[in-house]
T-cell receptor
Framework: AQKVTQAQTEISVVEKEDVTLDCVYE???????LFWYKQPPSGELVFLIRRNSFDEQNEISGRYSWNFQKSTSSFNFTITASQVVDSAVYFCALSLTDSWGKFQFGAGTQVVVTP | EAQVTQNPRYLITVTGKKLTVTCSQNMNHEYMSWYRQDPGLGLRQIYY???????DKGDVPEGYKVSRKEKRNFPLILESPSPNQTSLYFC????????????FGPGTRLTVT
């Protein structure tokens, strides 16, 4: 069975602190895709990043960075110098190429950034 | 503007009264999917469709039906809603399967009393 675990339910930080969100996944597939989505208080779901299982390069986009490690089945997300606008729920998700169409989301991590 | 629309946005209904939540996308996407979001459980996939007339069950399909008669529309049908279907529902679409990001609708808050 496939599974995505986000063990951190809520993380509270003060503005300008860094915050790292953990995502651990389980799959027997060799080909899969991992995603991160953001859900701000307004409720919409916003795509942040996609990574396929053959690309272990870390990625940086502004204050956001992602660390993909197949050896530990983790796809962690770091927000550097957090801002109040980063307050949101963040979801990690897994998509498998042998179960075309199925997506597994983690339970989400609520990030609260206070001024 | 490229978007996924859902209607209604909010709905309060009673147990057993059939309802349909509509979903439409204007991006000519092949893939569409329905999710429900519940506290502590994240998003769980209800049904998905890989193209017109092709649908399949996600992880929590019980109590729901879908149809895909046109590429742009993917309605979610609750034939006999029950209180445990009270949830926040999202429709999503993507260009194709697996490796493509999904675009989500604004959500439908459903309460079944």
């Amino acid at each position: 069975a496939q599974k995505v675990t986000q063990a951190q339910t809520e993380i509270s930080v003060v503005e300008k602190e860094d915050v790292t969100l953990d995502c651990v996944y389980e799959t027997r597939d060799t080909t899969y895709y991992l995603f991160w989505y953001k859900q701000p208080p307004s409720g919409e779901l916003v795509f942040l990043i996609r990574r396929n299982s053959f690309d272990e390069q870390n990625e940086i986009s502004g204050r956001y960075s992602w660390n993909f490690q197949k050896s530990t089945s983790s796809f962690n997300f770091t927000i550097t110098a957090s801002q109040v606008v980063d307050s949101a729920v963040y979801f990690c998700a897994l998509s498998l190429t042998d179960s075309w169409g199925k997506f597994q989301f983690g339970a989400g991590t609520q990030v609260v950034v206070t001024p | 503007e490229a978007q996924v629309t859902q209607n209604p946005r909010y709905l309060i209904t009673v147990t057993g009264k059939k309802l349909t939540v509509t979903c439409s996308q204007n991006m000519n996407h092949e893939y569409m999917s329905w999710y429900r979001q519940d506290p502590g459980l994240g998003l769980r996939q209800i049904y998905y469709s890989m193209n017109v007339e092709v649908t399949d069950k996600g992880d929590v399909p019980e109590g729901y039906k879908v149809s895909r008669k046109e590429k742009r529309n993917f309605p979610l049908i609750l034939e006999s809603p029950s209180p445990n279907q009270t949830s926040l529902y999202f429709c999503a679409s993507s260009l194709s399967l697996a490796g493509y990001e999904q675009y989500f609708g604004p959500g439908t808050r459903l309460t079944v009393t």
